[in-house]
């Protein structure tokens, strides 16, 4: 794969960190999540979390200068050298520029960028139904790929919870911030000829097959 920096983007739901995670497995390169930072933050009550959390418990995006400030700061870590994906960043245009400016300065290629697409009603069965293991970060869906026991990981036996964003008046503004602010990027890209449209519909593996194929032809 030549791609330095590979971009997924999507709506809330669409599956962008399940399949960022796997890609990054594969490829051996960081997954920068710029959501899990945010969270991880406000967990820790940093000054950045505890500001970041009330825009996210809301769905509404953090600012662009807090969130370009996080993702220069990581990927001049020395594990980005090689490469990295980012999920969930760029989601503004601002931040679209911010990344062409950064991958100027660090010397690297045109980002490739893998759109995403899933249909309305899924999204919010996939996040509504989203629960995450709150020992191990385990992550299940109660319709897609549930616990065997209600409630506790498989995997280590923790509690599973919902995420605070995940209820439906916050999961209505989360779309309406992908529609209004996230989505011209679509255009943007498509513009500069690095937009790779993917079929998030199907299930994870057969869009994780789908994805390896693409960078083996890459
Ligand atoms: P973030 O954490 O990035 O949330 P999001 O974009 O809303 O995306 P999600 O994590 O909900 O979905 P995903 O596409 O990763 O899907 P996933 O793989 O988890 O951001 C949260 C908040 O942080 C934002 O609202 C904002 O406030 C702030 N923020 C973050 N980045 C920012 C930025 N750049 N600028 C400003 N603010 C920012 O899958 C979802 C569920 O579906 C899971 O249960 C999974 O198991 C299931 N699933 C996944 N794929 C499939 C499949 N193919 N079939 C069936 N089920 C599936």
Redesign the pocket.
């Known amino acids: 794969m030549r791609a330095h920096a590979l971009i ?1 983007l ?11 995670r796997e890609v990054a497995k594969d490829c051996g390169i960081p997954q920068i ?4 930072i ?2 991880e933050a406000a967990k820790k009550q940093t000054p950045l979390g505890l500001a ?1 959390k009330a ?2 418990d809301a ?6 200068e ?2 370009c400030g996080i993702v220069e700061e990581r990927i001049s870590e020395p594990d980005c050298r090689a490469g990295f994906i980012l ?6 245009l601002a ?1 679209a520029e911010f990344v062409d400016r950064a991958l100027r300065a660090k010397g690297h290629g045109r980002p490739q960028v893998l759109n ?1 697409e899933v249909d309305e009603d ?1 999204l919010l069965k ?2 509504t ?3 995450t293991c709150s020992v191990g970060g385990e ?3 109660i ?3 549930p616990p065997k026991r209600d409630g506790v990981c498989d995997k280590d036996g923790g509690k599973l919870l919902s ?1 605070a ?2 209820n439906e008046q916050a999961i209505r503004q ?1 779309l309406e ?2 529609h209004h602010q996230t989505s011209p990027l679509i255009d943007y890209y498509r513009a500069q000829g690095v937009l790779h449209g993917v079929d ?5 593996e057969s ?1 994780a097959r789908e994805l390896r194929e693409f960078f083996a032809r890459a």
Not at 33 to 36: A, C, E, I, L, R
Not at 200 to 204: A, E, H, L, V
């Open positions: 997924f999507g709506a809330p739901g669409a599956g962008k960190g399940t399949q960022a999540s710029t959501g899990d945010l969270r970041a825009k996210m769905g509404e995006l953090v600012p662009d807090v969130v999920d969930g960043f760029p989601r503004t931040q995403i899924l996939r996040l139904g989203r629960r992550i299940y869906n319709y897609f790929n995420r964003d995940d989360r911030a992908y998030g519909n199907k299930d994870p869009i």
